[in-house]
């Protein structure tokens, strides 16, 4: 199983970035997607998920308004579109699935069972 994070890089205030993770080795429908980062000197934590059935979106308050998260199925990818992106939004950002489906699973690190290398992304004010 692979899971392979792109898109990341360095960016100003304000500016808008779409990252990308592809999952291969298992079949993608069975697996709601997150998306996780781990700023400097800070903890890991979601910044969204999509469900595997509808691909029904989450964004955790931090991002919410300006995140979208989307997946394509036949790409076997999900996508992480970020707008008005701040300092603060500077940290490795990690895709993940997990093949569980509850509401309260999808927003919780333990719950996932794989997971990307993970892609830079710095936002420069």
């Known amino acids: 199983v692979q899971l392979q994070a792109s898109g990341g890089g360095l960016v100003q205030a304000g500016d808008s970035l779409t990252l990308s993770c592809s999952l291969s080795g298992v079949r993608f429908t069975n697996y709601a997607m997150g998306w996780f980062r781990q700023g400097p000197g800070k903890e890991r934590e979601l910044v969204g998920s999509?469900?595997?059935?509808?691909?029904?979106?989450y964004y955790a308050d931090s991002v919410k308004g300006r995140a979208s998260i989307s997946r394509d199925n036949s790409k076997n990818t999900v996508y992480l579109q970020m707008y008005s992106l701040k300092p603060e939004d500077t940290a490795v950002y990690y895709c993940?699935?997990?093949?569980?489906?509850?509401?309260?699973?999808?927003?919780?690190?333990?719950?996932?069972?794989?997971w990307g290398q993970g892609t830079q992304v710095t936002v420069s004010s």
């Open positions: 999509s469900s595997n059935i509808g691909g029904i979106p």
């Open positions: 993940a699935a997990t093949r569980r489906q509850t509401p309260a699973a999808l927003t919780t690190t333990g719950s996932y069972d794989y």
